[in-house]
């Protein structure tokens, strides 16, 4: 019983918020119109499609992740809208919620979704993220080899988490090449000296003389 009922806590707590979430994009969406008798399925309309770009877009200078959830659930409120009026027989109804969708597909990944990704990559960058150095890996990747070649068959576990961990020192990446940065990528990347030295030495020779101008 007390498991189930943690389990409908839990969806409780979803509904409450995508209902937070959802109300928040109403208010804006009022905002920008003017238009505050309409209610959310009033806005799934072409000629207001605009307006849920600015909104989203003003909802995402605040958070990045709701405007990207925000056009999951404005698609989806499209189509039970076309659903709905489907049901019903209302061709108008289903036309509006047809020609918003077909808007939508066209141009929301390039004007919200697409930029949006990318503001929260250029966030990361600007984060500082101590990362272990070549030198430091290098001797623990030794450290793992001479642990495994000394682990007795008898101590299975022990021999199951070096072989693991050598598994993801195996698979460390960086976030990307350093040949791949741009220039504005690398201003943003917030690293220590260590880790900017490693960068250079990483560098071809013509390469190097390049970032040094």
């Known amino acids: 019983m007390r498991k189930g009922y943690n389990m409908n806590y839990s ?4 509904l409450r918020a995508k209902l937070r979430f959802l109300a928040r994009l109403l208010a804006k969406l009022r905002e920008k119109t003017e238009r505050h008798a309409l209610g959310l399925s009033d806005f799934i309309h072409p000629k207001f499609y605009d307006a849920f770009v600015e909104s989203v877009t003003d909802i995402r200078s605040q958070n990045k992740q709701l405007a990207l959830t925000l056009g ?10 076309k ?3 489907i049901k019903k027989g209302d061709r108008m ?3 509006d919620a047809e020609d918003f969708l077909a808007i939508y597909d066209s141009s929301w990944n390039e004007l919200v979704a697409s930029s949006t990704v990318r503001l929260q990559q250029k966030q990361k960058l600007s984060q ?9 890996l290098t001797k623990f990747q030794i450290y793992l080899a001479t642990e495994i070649g000394r682990c007795e068959t008898q101590s ?3 021999l199951v988490k070096l072989v693991i961990s050598t598994l993801m020192l195996f698979n460390k990446r960086r976030p990307f090449e350093v040949a791949e940065m741009t220039v504005e990528d690398f201003r943003l990347a917030r690293v220590n000296k260590d880790d900017r030295q490693e960068m250079m030495d990483a560098l071809l020779p013509d390469e190097k ?3 040094d101008r």
């Not at 969806?11 to 979803?14: A, H, K, L, P, V």
């Not at 999951?72 to 809208?81: E, P, R, S, V």
């Open 11 to 14: 969806e409780d707590n979803q």
């Open 156 to 158: 299975y576990t022990k």
């Open 93 to 95: 109804e289903r036309n």
């Open 128 to 136: 500082q993220v101590q990362l272990p150095g070549t030198d430091d």
């Open 83 to 85: 659903a709905s009026a």
């Open 72 to 81: 999951h659930f404005i698609k989806k409120i499209t189509l039970k809208k």
């Open 209 to 211: 003389a390049m970032a």
